[in-house]
């Protein structure tokens, strides 16, 4: 059974940065790919950023591009750095996984089949 197990949330300063991290256990995931998403209060939940597993290609959404950074290690946890972090970055933050479809991008909700508990950021200004 996959579990996905976030952590490194809390409270930050606007300009600050947070390190989350996610994780995987319950089976290989060199074939998955390992989004994270976010909520916030009164909002649907978006994508932030993906890696593929294998080959480390990695997609970000416009609002994090070039503040955030995914990674994961060969101990199946993914991280996501966050820096220049502002009070519009507030959210839950989850993670999830999915099997990589060749020629797609890792980018939809809905094609997520695993979900950790979530995490939650909060960016004072």
């Known amino acids: 059974q996959v579990q996905l197990v976030e952590s490194g949330g809390g409270l930050v300063q606007a300009g600050g940065s947070l390190r989350l991290s996610c994780a995987a256990s319950?089976?290989?995931?060199?074939?998955?790919?390992m989004g994270w998403f976010r909520q916030a209060p009164g909002k649907e939940r978006v994508f932030v950023a993906a890696i593929k597993w294998s080959g480390g290609n990695t997609y970000y959404a416009d609002s994090v591009k070039g503040r955030f950074s995914i990674s994961r290690n060969a101990k199946n946890t993914v991280y996501l750095q966050m820096n220049s972090l502002k009070p519009e970055d507030t959210a839950v933050y989850y993670c999830?996984?999915?099997?990589?479809?060749?020629?797609?991008?890792?980018?939809?909700?809905?094609?997520?089949?695993?979900w950790g508990q979530g995490t939650q950021v909060t960016v004072s200004s």
């Open positions: 319950g089976r290989t995931f060199s074939s998955y790919a």
């Open positions: 999830a996984a999915k099997t990589v479809v060749a020629g797609t991008r890792p980018v939809i909700e809905d094609e997520y089949d695993y």
